[in-house]
């Protein structure tokens, strides 16, 4: 799921919001 979510996070760099929640490893 991580794995996922982490996949999700570099393929949308642009939002930071995403950048920040996979950082986080929340959603």
């Known amino acids: ?3 996922s ?3 999700v996070c570099h393929l ?3 939002c930071n919001f995403w ?3 996979c950082l986080f ?3």
């Open 12 to 14: 949308n760099v642009d």
């Open 19 to 21: 950048a920040v929640l």
């Open 5 to 7: 979510l982490n996949s």
């Open 1 to 3: 799921m991580y794995y």
């Open 25 to 27: 490893g929340f959603v």
